[in-house]
């Protein structure tokens, strides 16, 4: 077999025994890679109905197809586990090196059983596996921890995913980290640190081979030297933040809580300003021509000399959603979430939760007692320097960390029940995933793809916004064709993210990002791999049924059509300055869309799934188990 | 012939390259939106190849733009006549981040 | 520590440009080794704190340390070209070459137990096959001479001509 081993490696950190699991190439056709095939090992290797902390909740990590071989951005590996922020599948991507040294170690999959009884680093090394001692690196940072593992086995070449203190301490939406790159969102940091599993380090020595590899340089250097050109300046010259601006011009910049979409205080936290001022360099992931990650600098001030990596979304959570127009507070508060392995969106929305919950009278500065601060502060919004306070708790989990450190649903849920108050009703979440940098009540067929997201509201797995601020569609309406947009875009998505490849490369196959235009080469790079051949409806195939199988998952933990929903505010609090202002998703439209939408998937109008569906897109067990 | 004047606000990229945040263009009566492109493509020749493609009539997928930060055109739909006191705000729309 | 002539050429990389991609690592695994193994490439990238970034291949020294430091006579440096050649019935892997590199150009290939280093691909129509790849354009075959000659014509373009804007 081209593009696979075959052998996906089993680790009881319990036992500590290892044992491999051969997959045939008909599995291999069907769950591919990334997202897909890492929520399928959870579906096969998780006990239903499990505490997402207890030891029967297994670490899926899925490698790309393309990982290791020249074609462009290939190097991406999924994670997934049950969620235990929002009881369902929580699938995560990320970039670089790991994914690589994974392939090249011989491993298409990992599945990490049970709980170690002392803290451990696994040691992937080729085919033989080790069980080394993690309390040294307890403590330590992100990058820091994986320094030290390098170090220790004095190699370079030995990649590691780690969680950092956030992790350790079970912060419900810590991540997990690997190269300057994160899996983040669902809580993967917190399932590890559960299991006590402080890092998966690995070294892969063995050559990749492809079936045709003349096919495999060509396309790969001729979609890399696309990739300098216009359809990814964007990317190259300002990285995502350049939404920043996009966004707030449209109304739809998330603001103090998503209160507002417009943010007065816009262009000096946008990727215009970011780069004009603190600009060190643009680096890449291992595997991509393109370079789209903004190392940025803090030049002055009592943060001076801080670095990271500045996205879209880390910014606007931390940024205009907490009223912050300091760039440097920005940098500060992103860097704290890289560093202790916190993922910074949840982060971003938790702290605008309490900023907004201190500003209604509910919290006082007493909440903030701390070491630090021993009669609190004001976490009033625009207080940079609170929200770094009131960040650092909640990476060590103390005062009021105690209680942030679990995400808005918990907390607002706990808040309301301590006090007789209704602080949900400005808890952005859904499903218990705090939403992220589009503000829905301005684009219905998002609030549609937001609401049905398996993993939350997601805008990286709907993706629904692309329709309606591409001006496709009115995005301030609905109509009878939304249930089918929003299938459209969150397939078009799974497409990539079970590749995995990353979605900047879109446009740099033929000049047009649609399924038209991309999927072709896609399929030429995946023959060229794998000897397979795969043809247009091949690659429809492989979104439809990354989606299927984690809404299957969702199913079988409980998953009814209530829980898709939306935050009470896009629902009944519409923003009143801005172009997007007055506008907000009904229950009513809400519930026509959803109908839509089941229709549109084929689906039952409860959003179950008919056994004829399952069976049709290969998953004959899973029609078993919960198809209707 | 009347005239009418609108605002072009530029972000992104096209601030990038033009190394403004926005200029006034003067429009005759029915002149639409692929008007405007024709005429930022010969006053910035650097956004030809970038944002405009190279043919200057139209614009490369993935830029578009808002009339006042409301109504959103679509790539291909550049018959739009604006109105006096437009803001035609440019955007280079991306996923992610 | 010994430096090139200004006569031979040698891969340079500008850390300004290069991003870390590796790509020219998996290139370069192909071209030589017909697998791509970041191993098994003469051409290595290092990042350091990640945003010093550059990537490193043989710097075809005046009077080769590697090729004095052999004691099975095994190197030999081309006099027209500078690169360094291999005689592998003569190579017995004992790394002493990997020793006196200053630069870490030279790895040993653990299943074949020769040295490896870049021959800029001179078996190669097309030339280094790294150079042609690179997606910045931060890997030139170039001489010390020229390479300096770069570095005068962008200094004095941005004294009088004012500092270049990002990447335009």
């Known amino acids: ?83 235990p922020m929002t009881g369902f599948i929580g ?69 590691s995913a780690t969680i950092g203190p956030a992790g ?33 380090s690995v070294r892969g020595t063995q050559g990749i081979k492809v079936a045709d590899p003349d096919t495999i340089n060509k396309l790969s250097f001729d979609i890399t030297k696309e990739a300098q050109g216009p359809h990814t300046s964007k990317y190259r010259i300002l990285g995502t933040t350049t939404n920043v601006l996009n966004l707030n011009k449209l109304g739809l910049l998330p603001t103090r809580n998503y209160k507002e979409g417009v943010f007065e205080g816009a262009e000096k936290v946008s990727g215009e300003y970011l780069h004009d001022h603190h600009n060190v360099k643009t680096i890449a992931c291992a595997q991509c021509p393109i370079a789209c ?34 760039m440097n507070a920005v940098i500060k508060l992103i860097d704290i979430a890289d560093r202790s392995g916190i993922d910074a969106i949840t982060m971003g929305v938790t702290l605008s939760w309490a900023m907004e919950t201190y500003e209604k009278g509910v919290f006082t500065a007493q909440d903030f007692k701390c070491e630090k601060f021993p009669e609190g502060f004001e976490m009033k919004f625009g207080n940079g320097e609170a929200a770094v306070t009131t960040a650092e708790l909640i990476r060590d989990r103390e005062g009021i960390g105690k209680l942030l450190s679990d995400g808005t649903r918990i907390a607002s849920g706990k808040i309301d029940k301590e006090r007789g108050t209704e602080t949900w009703k400005w808890a952005m979440q859904s499903k218990g995933l705090e939403t992220a940098g589009y503000d829905a009540r301005g684009l219905k067929t998002f609030s549609l793809g937001s609401a049905v997201g398996t993993r939350g509201p997601c805008h990286n797995r709907t993706a629904a916004y692309d329709p309606d601020i591409q001006g496709e569609v009115d995005r301030f309406k609905v109509d009878e064709k939304r249930g089918l947009l929003a299938k459209d875009t969150e397939e078009y998505a799974a497409v990539y993210d079970t590749l995995p490849l990353c979605k900047f490369i879109r446009r ?57 929903d939306l935050p ?22 809400l519930e026509y869309m959803k109908d839509l939408y089941y229709e549109a998937k084929g689906w039952t109008k409860e959003g179950l799934i008919p056994k004829k569906k399952l069976i049709q897109l290969g998953m004959p067990d899973v029609a078993e188990q919960i198809g209707v | 012939m009347d005239e009418i004047t609108i605002q072009v606000e530029f972000s992104g990229i096209s601030r990038v390259m033009t190394g403004e945040s926005g200029i006034s263009i003067s429009l005759k009566e029915g002149e639409t939106v692929a008007d405007v492109v024709r005429k930022l493509g010969l006053k910035f020749p650097k956004l030809v190849g970038e944002i405009i493609e190279k043919d200057g009539e139209t614009l490369i997928p993935s830029n578009l733009f808002s009339v006042n930060g409301e109504k959103i055109l679509h790539e291909t739909d550049l018959g739009y006549q604006p109105k006096n006191g437009d803001r035609l705000i440019l955007l280079s729309l991306l996923a992610g981040g | 520590m010994v430096a090139s002539t200004s006569k031979y050429k040698y891969i340079d990389c500008d850390p300004d440009l290069c991003i870390g991609c590796q790509i020219c690592e998996y290139v370069c695994s192909y071209t030589k080794n017909g697998e791509y193994n970041t191993y098994r490439s003469r051409i290595r990238t290092v990042r350091v704190d990640e945003v010093l970034i550059t990537a490193i291949a043989c710097r075809t020294c005046e009077n080769a340390p590697c090729v004095i430091a052999c004691p099975q006579d095994a190197l030999s440096q081309d006099p027209e070209t500078g690169i360094i ?34 021959d800029q691909c001179e078996d190669q129509e097309e030339g280094p096959q790294c150079v042609l790849w690179c997606p910045k354009e931060a890997l030139s075959l170039t001489t010390p001479d020229q390479r300096a000659q770069k570095s005068r014509r962008e200094r004095v373009i941005e004294e009088v001509a004012g500092p270049k804007k990002s990447k335009e």
């Open chain 1, 91 to 159: 699938d995560s991507l990320s970039g670089s090196w790991f994914s690589i040294a994974l392939k090249r170690a011989g491993w298409d999959g990992v599945v990490i059983h049970g709980a170690s009884e002392n803290w451990v680093n696994i040691f992937i090394d080729d085919e033989r596996i080790e069980f080394r001692d993690a309390t040294k690196l307890l403590g330590l940072g992100t990058f820091e921890t994986e320094e030290a593992i390098r170090e220790e086995l004095a190699d370079d070449q030995v990649r």
């Open chain 1, 168 to 200: 350790e301490h079970m912060v419900r939406f810590a991540n997990v980290t690997n190269d300057g790159r994160q899996a983040g969102r669902t809580g993967h940091g917190a399932v590890w640190g559960s299991k006590k599993l402080k890092a998966v």
């Open chain 1, 568 to 589: 009470w505010r896009w629902k009944h609090d519409p923003m009143t300055k801005g172009p997007s202002a007055g506008y907000v998703t009904t229950d009513e439209e």
């Open chain 1, 1 to 83: 077999m081209f593009g696979y081993s075959g052998k996906i490696l089993h680790i009881d950190l319990a036992e500590r025994k290892t044992w491999v699991e051969e997959k045939s190439e008909e599995w291999y056709k069907i769950y591919i890679g990334g997202v897909s095939m890492a929520t399928r090992l959870c579906w096969e290797n998780i006990k239903p109905g499990c505490d997402p902390y207890s030891p029967d909740n297994p670490v899926c990590i899925a490698n790309g197809i393309f990982a290791g071989t020249p074609v462009p951005v290939g190097g991406k590996y999924g994670l997934a586990s049950k969620s």
């Open chain 1, 293 to 326: 990650e903004q190392m940025s600098i803090v030049k002055s001030g009592p943060w001076t000399g801080t670095m990271t990596g500045i996205e879209y979304e880390c910014l606007f959570a931390n940024g205009p959603n907490l009223g912050i127009s300091d």
């Open chain 3, 85 to 118: 050649h291999i005689d592998a019935r003569k190579c017995d892997g004992c790394a002493w070459c990997v020793e006196a590199c200053d630069f870490g150009a030279i790895t040993l290939n653990h299943q074949t137990k020769l040295a490896e280093f870049c």
């Open chain 1, 508 to 564: 740099c196959f033929t000049g047009k990002a649609d399924r038209a235009g991309a999927w072709p080469t896609i399929a030429q790079l995946i023959n060229a791999t794998t000897g397979w051949e795969f043809k247009y409806e091949d690659i429809d195939l492989i979104g439809e049924r990354a989606h299927t199988i984690k809404k299957a998952f969702n199913v079988r933990e409980g998953w009814k059509r209530v829980d898709d």
